[in-house]
T-cell receptor, first 111, second 111 residues
Framework: DVKVTQSSRYLVKRTGEKVFLECVQDMDHENMFWYRQDPGLGLRLIYFSYDVKMKEKGDIPEGYSVSREKKERFSLILESASTNQTSMYLC??????????FGSGTRLTVV | AQRVTQPEKLLSVFKGAPVELKCNYSYSGSPELFWYVQYSRQRLQLLLRHISRESIKGFTADLNKGETSFHLKKPFAQEEDSAMYYCALSGGTGTASKLTFGTGTRLQVTL
């Protein structure tokens, strides 16, 4: 089974802090994705990556950046956390021709 | 632009009743459609995809290009079907393989 591991299940951060969310997959997938999940809004794509050091903006990239220095790791960075970034963050990976495999999510609260 | 619409936020049915979760999409090319499910306290997981044309846990979904729909159906609901269901669309392979999700429908199966 493909495993996608998100380093933290719950995080509480203060407004203005720089926040790092880490995601690691163990099946050599080319593609990795970060979504946020909010009630009534579904999943919205923040950023994705098709290869090491490559990144593309999703639908809601404002206030976020990403880093992919190694194929298995994809980090989401909140440069200066704000309360409207309180959400559930989901990481996923995929390989061509297959569906996504999701991590268990990180619930971030910004106070 | 690709878009997925799930018109119902909540669908409540009795055990043994038929279930239909609606999904409509807009996409100018040839889409690939998926249903994902999230059970309580579990990660989001793939339920089925239209190209495989299989039945998973008694659920089926048929892509209707004329009506741009991909409704999820099950003839007899079970309590364990209670979950959040997301319809998703992929515009193609390679760099276009990112998924666009609907807002989700919560299915509640009661006795």
């Amino acid at each position: 089974d493909v495993k996608v591991t998100q380093s933290s299940r719950y995080l509480v951060k203060r407004t203005g802090e720089k926040v790092f969310l880490e995601c690691v997959q163990d099946m050599d997938h080319e593609n990795m994705f970060w979504y946020r999940q909010d009630p009534g809004l579904g999943l919205r794509l923040i950023y994705f990556s098709y290869d090491v050091k490559m990144k593309e903006k999703g639908d809601i990239p404002e206030g976020y950046s990403v880093s992919r220095e190694k194929k298995e790791r994809f980090s989401l960075i909140l440069e200066s956390a704000s309360t409207n970034q309180t959400s559930m963050y989901l990481c996923a990976s995929s390989s061509a021709g297959y569906g996504y495999t999701f991590g268990s999510g990180t619930r971030l609260t910004v106070v | 632009a690709q878009r997925v619409t799930q018109p119902e936020k909540l669908l409540s049915v009795f055990k043994g009743a038929p279930v239909e979760l609606k999904c409509n999409y807009s996409y100018s090319g040839s889409p690939e459609l998926f249903w994902y499910v999230q059970y309580s306290r579990q990660r989001l997981q793939l339920l089925l995809r239209h190209i495989s044309r299989e039945s998973i846990k008694g659920f089926t979904a048929d892509l209707n290009k004329g009506e741009t729909s991909f409704h999820l159906k099950k003839p007899f609901a079970q309590e364990e079907d209670s979950a959040m269901y997301y319809c998703a669309l992929s515009g193609g392979t390679g760099t276009a393989s990112k998924l666009t999700f609907g807002t989700g429908t919560r299915l509640q199966v009661t006795l």
